[in-house]
């Protein structure tokens, strides 16, 4: 494939003009502006189209059933919660596929992958069994963290998915820390993080990104920008709401992505992995993406209009993506219902295996405290 | 066997363990160039080099989280705490990662790391440089908190600590570092952690102390055999796993027990060993469990008033006496 | 395929849920992710969305109603299939409140799993708390009294003791309120001694009882054995001893003559812990009944000789009862015992409170000595009693002190009964009428002379074996009277 079939629309960090001393933008506080956005949308729609044709079929396809996978499963998911299937908390990634489908399709799978509490797409994403992770949120032994974990603390050390962390921002550290192992230990691995806008307001955010720079670690630090920390709109939250722009103060490289488009997605991390593999740089990228669905399960999300929610499912990651390989003659509609059929015969076999998985054994709730117990 | 500081005790344990395991780095402020804030870490640098010994920026809970990433995949950190004052920034990534990463990965993921430093009472540095805080780590399961008390102590358990594949909360004691005491020269001496030792034999009462108040603990000792009074002083090292046999079959010969610590009482590790001891051993009381704990108060400045918010010999030896019913 | 849409769980607390307003009506499309309607949860209101798609068939709850979790709320199907069984499936009770059922179930599985796994964890808590607990009670034995046999064994030396070890401030400092302050380990020794707490001055602050003092203690006495030996030779003294050690008991000489003579014995704690533990769950007095049934036509064949032999002096069955009654009373002197909260009091004579219903009520004169008695003097004296009691002549000493007392309903035609104990004795027994009634003897259907009799006994003193003992030497002396003889 070739590089850079599209600039990135922001491009920021340290190729990008500096930011100035007052880091005044144009508009003031940033706003999340429709009509931009809008021209945006169609502008990634000609960079969709664009890509996939330096991508193989293959791997377009798989990223497609990933993503169908994801949907389907939260969908299931969702449903099962409100039949008392899954307890306590539960957030669900519909609409935000794109992100870890498009960023992980670009790593390697001796990376090392890391997110907050929002986990379910990453793992399935990162290759973690369906079956093991609805096995999880139904607090059953056959969970991927052996029913201990639950819904925000998916773990799958086989697939170097380095978990699901459920502290705003408690990941980002950790992560920095595995890129400072691979460094240490002179892998080439990456390590790339996940996190939501709200956690840039944590200062561990800040430490992570001036010590990963300092030290020039391999991280790719994926900031998920849906737009809200549970119910508060980021402009509510944040003085400077251009996120990528965060990068500036530690010198670090940025870019701002569609968060809606897996390939803009896919080739931003690209990039930035190359920068970890080759330079050991770390690299920001904000991407601007969606929740469809509340903050979690028992979350009504009143304060989003209907309107708002109904422009970005116009732009629904897996309808748009659908759409422009249909475009180009990729899939036909035979296709897709092959891969839908595969997806639900998948997610159903995840409820059957969730559902007949025992409980925990009662001896389970004291192991796995100490790696060396003594008595 | 060497006569050296436990200082020196530290600094042998982290170069031999440097050197045994590519593994092992040394992370904290002033670490290296600076050869330590207390200089625990001099001559490292030079040494083992800055990809082994990294002086790190002012950020405890950005650094803290970073060695826990590490760890997680297959690291052996140790992130020193230029004073455990300030590990209060970085208790998230401590007790919500460190401590809690196993069991919640399903035993997938290990946290071999050691956060160390010097805790407790220094010398006039009033109330945010002056507190105990072994009782905040030992109350999370899923963390070890080791303190050591003597030059011996401190070098075989740092060693252990940092080949332990838990975190390890290692917690020395300023006003200790330049305390002096034989060492085994054995290269590969380690002492395993959860194990108490009985620093001092007796019969009539029992001393349970801790880190700067063993020292104080056996004076008080010796000047009691003086007035007749049999004390046996024993010194957990390991407050998580606690070896609390121990101490039960010290109190079940002597019935009576003074605990000595320098923390505060409320809530503290003296209020838990008192709890075992009278859950464990309640008929073999003859009086009820005696704390000698520093002062409900945070640390003031001015030095009449540090002496006293802490624990001193006279207030033990008084202890003893009184369970004793002397 | 038509499929029922459920009211959802929405919340993790949510039990019901009110629907706010439908968002789609009938008949229109529906696809999957869809909100089909607003739900008001206990939490806030949220959207059920449709989680297949087709046509909504039908609304079945209405905007505005409450329904239970699991409720079937609405159909969506194709648009031309039959949804008419789903229909009178959701209208019918079943349904709806098998799926809640379901739901529930499941939410309810998740916290029940995680108590039992909870409750199966703690048997080693349990353990530790039964242990913490089991040593305070340890305590409890040296502090508080003492109890049982330290206290009888040391009652002898009490006096000399007390005098001997009286602190100087005017009284027994280590008692607060009664309580014995005494330490956990003193406790222990001195149960393990047999030292009596309540005789020791202790020695710690507030007069705590120390190690030292027990220490002391067991040296004292160890240097006087003679005087314990002098002590101990007192008639009233040896009266507290165990009958193991006193094989032939000696009773004491009560003050009223008119009383029966008694042993007292120390309550044991396992006593104790009966009497207390009995009396709470039942009342004061923990009754438990006994019922047997007895052939009596000796006594009936008795009852007619004697009466032949003394047409003047006539006896009746209850007066042959009352003998019988105490002669195995005196073979089972646990039954002629009283509960006395300290001590359980054994009774050397039977003296036996016969029930007598008077105009407005109901009287026991007392049968002294009962035992020692003929039928015919027992015969003449309730007679008397009885009249007297009638005539409300009776003197306070003539219907107190019973040891045991018998009521008897048979005149009354009543075949069996339970009766009240007359506190303090240890049982009463309730005497039901004799009725011809068929019987299998030596494998033939015969009639015998049947009676049932039932036995209320005091658990604190009488316990279910003692007491079925006393009833079978009761029937077997009533079967045959000669083994009175």
Known sequence: ?375 | ?326 | MATQVVMPKLSPTMEEGQLARWLKNEGDKVSVGEPLAEIDTDKATMEAQALTSGVLRKILVPAGETVPLGQIIAIIGEPDEDISGLVAQAESDAAPAANKQQIEERVEAGQDGAQKELAQVVPGGARTQETIEGQPLKGDVGGQATTGAAQAQTTASDKAQATATQPTDGGNGQRTGGRVVVSPLAARMAADAGINLQTLAGSGPGGRIVKRDIEAAIKEGQQRPQAQAQAQAQPEQRAVETRAQQPAPQFQQPAAASASPYRDEPVSTMRATIARRLATSIGPVPHFFLTTEIEMDKVADLRQQINESDKENKVSVNDIIIKVAAVALVRHSQVNASFQDKVVRYYERADIGVAVAIEDGLITPVVRAAETKTIGQISREVRALAERARARKLQPEEYTGATFSISNLGMFGIDEFTAVINPPEGAILAVGAMQPKPVVRDGQIVVRQMMRVTMSCDHRVIDGATGAKFLQTFKQLLENPLLML
């Not at chain 2, 395991?21 to 600076?34: I, K, S």
């Not at chain 2, 080949?163 to 002096?180: A, C, N, S, T």
Request: hydrophobic content about 40%; aromatic content about 8%; overall charge negative.
């Open chain 1, 1 to 375: 494939m070739s590089e850079l079939k599209v600039k990135p629309l922001k491009p920021r960090g340290p190729s990008a003009a500096p930011a100035s001393a007052g880091v005044v933008t144009e508009r003031g506080p940033d706003e999340i502006d429709q009509a931009e956005l809008r021209a945006e949308h169609q502008e990634r729609q000609q960079h969709l189209h664009a890509s996939i044709e330096g991508l193989e079929r293959e791997t377009l396809l798989n990223m497609l059933s990933q993503m169908v996978l994801i949907r389907r499963f939260e969908e299931k998911a969702a449903e099962a919660y409100t039949l008392g299937k899954i307890g306590g908390f539960c957030h669900l990634y519909i609409g935000q596929e794109a992100v870890a489908v498009g960023s992980i399709a670009a790593l390697r799978p001796d990376d090392y992958v890391m997110t907050s509490y929002r986990d379910h797409g990453h793992a399935l994403a990162r290759g973690t069994s369906p079956d093991e992770v609805m096995a999880e949120l139904f607090g059953k032994a056959g969970g991927c963290s052996a029913g201990k974990g639950g819904s925000m603390h998916l773990f799958d050390r086989d697939n170097h998915f380095l978990g699901g962390h459920a502290i705003v921002g408690g990941q980002i550290p950790l992560a920095t820390g595995v890129a400072f192992a691979a460094k240490y230990k002179g892998t080439d691995q990456v390590s790339c993080v996940y996190f939501g806008e709200a956690a840039v307001n944590q200062g561990v955010f800040h430490e992570s990104l001036n010590m990963a720079q300092l030290w020039k670690l391999p991280c790719i630090y994926i900031c998920e920008n849906n737009q809200y920390g549970m119910g508060t709109a980021l402009k509510r939250a944040m003085s400077l709401s251009d996120v990528s722009q965060k990068a500036c103060a530690y010198g670090m490289a940025s870019e701002f992505v569609d968060g809606m488009d897996v390939l803009a997605v896919y080739e931003a991390t690209r990039r930035a992995a190359a920068r970890a593999r080759k330079e050991s740089q770390p690299s920001l990228i904000e991407v601007r993406t969606y929740r469809f669905m509340g903050h979690s399960m028992s979350d009504p999300g009143n304060y989003r209009t209907r309107a708002e929610i109904e422009k970005y499912q116009e732009r629904d990651p897996v309808k748009v993506f659908i759409e422009s390989l249909k475009q180009k003659q990729i899939v036909d509609d035979a296709t897709i219902k092959e891969i839908e059929d595969r997806v639900r015969a998948q997610v159903e076999h995840a409820i059957k295996f969730a559902d007949s998985s025992p409980e925990p054994a009662p001896e389970e709730l004291h192991t796995h405290i100490y790696a060396n117990p003594i008595k």
């Open chain 2, 1 to 326: 066997m060497a006569v050296i500081t436990i200082r020196e005790a530290l600094n042998q344990a982290l170069r031999e363990e440097l050197e045994r395991d590519e593994n092992v780095f040394l992370m904290g402020e002033e670490v290296g160039a600076y050869q330590g804030a207390y200089k625990v870490s001099k001559g490292l640098l030079e040494e083992f080099g800055e990809k082994r010994v990294i002086d790190s920026p002012i950020t405890e809970l950005g650094f803290a989280g970073l060695g826990v990433g590490a760890a997680m995949v297959g690291l052996r950190p140790v992130i020193e705490f230029m004073t455990f004052n300030f590990s209060i920034l970085a208790t998230d990534q401590i007790i919500n990662s460190a401590a809690k990463m196993l069991y919640m990965s399903g035993g997938q993921f290990k946290i071999p790391i050691v956060f160390r430093g010097p805790n407790g009472s220094a010398y006039q540095v009033s109330s945010q440089h002056s507190q105990a805080l072994e009782s905040w780590y030992a109350h999370f399961p899923g963390i070890k908190v080791v303190m050591p008390s003597t030059p011996a102590d401190a070098k075989g358990l740092l060693k252990s600590a940092i080949r332990d594949d838990d975190p390890v909360i290692f917690l020395e004691q300023e006003r200790m570092y330049g305390l002096k005491g034989e060492v085994p020269d054995d290269g590969d001496f380690t002492i395993p952690l959860g194990v108490a030792e009985v620093k001092r034999e007796g019969t009539d009462a029992t001393i349970v102390a801790r880190s700067l108040t063993v020292p104080l603990a056996l004076k008080a000792a010796e000047e009691l055999e003086k007035q007749g009074v049999s004390v046996e002083v024993i010194d957990p090292r390991t407050i998580r796993p606690l070896d609390i046999e121990t101490i039960i079959k010290s109190v079940q010969k002597t019935n009576r027990v003074v605990i000595a610590e320098e923390s505060h009482p409320f809530c503290g590790v003296g209020a838990e060993l008192s709890a075992q001891i009278m859950e464990r051993a309640f008929d073999y009381l003859d009086a009820p469990v005696k704390r000698i704990s520093g002062a409900d108060a945070p640390m003031p400045y001015a030095k009449n008033l540090e002496k006293l918010a802490l624990p001193d010999i006279e207030r033990i030896i008084a202890a003893v006496r009184e369970v004793a019913y002397l």
